[in-house]
């Protein structure tokens, strides 16, 4: 596509429930990281995927929380157990290609707005 | 830990004005720097980004810095206008060791340009 999008935009869900948040990267890119923004911050780091695998899980909070990226395109990152701690704006970004050598450039998604009740 | 400090956090202005907004960062072994921008409830905007051999990049009424043996980067906003008002976010591209390049952000200036 013309850009990476993001589904939901919005998504609101009770304390303990499990939700998936859909990320599709702009066409070729291998590389795709998400972000998580908490009210007033920004961004931080999560997983990074080079192609279909998870070349940096470093800054996923806990085991709560997972993402795949099965045939290289799109991602979804999956919440279990969701807490009200885990309400903050999700940012997906891809890049074409990520690997060491060249930083290229990460175009953003909209974001999906989490909001946990 | 690599930090990105961005100072002021919130700055108003006049229209017509024109204005420097600062990012420094605590490690200077990155790669390239970038500049958002984020209107509310929304996502992030790329602006400008430095590559590590540039000093600057321009586009249109924005200009931005970077001293990588400093620390700092700016970003020049010239004739600010009402539709400039938004968040502006810098992020510097940082090698995790395993070969990706994790964005560490600021925490953005809050910029108002009033009519």
């Known amino acids: 596509g013309a850009g990476v999008s993001q589904t939901p935009s919005n998504k609101v869900t009770e304390k303990g429930k499990y939700v998936e948040l859909r990320c599709d990267p702009i066409?070729?890119?291998?590389?795709l990281y998400w972000y998580r923004q908490s009210l007033g911050q920004g961004p931080e780091f999560l997983i990074y995927?080079?192609?279909?695998?998870?070349?940096?899980d470093s800054g996923l909070p806990n085991d709560r929380f997972f993402a795949v990226r099965p045939e290289g395109s799109v991602s979804t990152l999956k919440i279990q157990r969701t807490e009200r701690g885990d309400s903050a704006m999700y940012l997906c970004a891809s890049s074409q290609r990520g690997y060491r050598g060249a930083a290229d450039t990460q175009y953003f998604g909209p974001g999906t707005r989490l909001t946990v009740l | 830990k690599q930090e990105v400090t961005q100072i002021p956090a919130a700055l108003s202005v006049p229209e017509g004005e024109n204005l420097v907004l600062n990012c420094s960062f605590t490690d200077s072994a990155i790669y390239n720097l970038q500049w958002f921008r984020q209107d509310p409830g929304k996502g992030l905007t790329s602006l400008l980004l430095?590559?590590?051999?540039?000093r600057e990049q321009t586009s249109g009424r924005l200009n931005a810095s970077l001293d990588k043996s400093s620390g700092r980067s700016t970003l020049y906003i010239a004739a600010s206008q009402p539709g400039d008002s938004a968040t502006y976010l810098c992020a510097v591209y940082l090698s995790t060791g395993a070969g990706s390049y994790q964005l560490t952000f600021g925490k953005g200036t809050k910029l108002s340009v009033i009519p």
């Open positions: 066409s070729g890119h291998t590389a």
């Open positions: 995927f080079q192609g279909t695998g998870a070349a940096d």
């Open positions: 430095i590559q590590s051999s540039q």
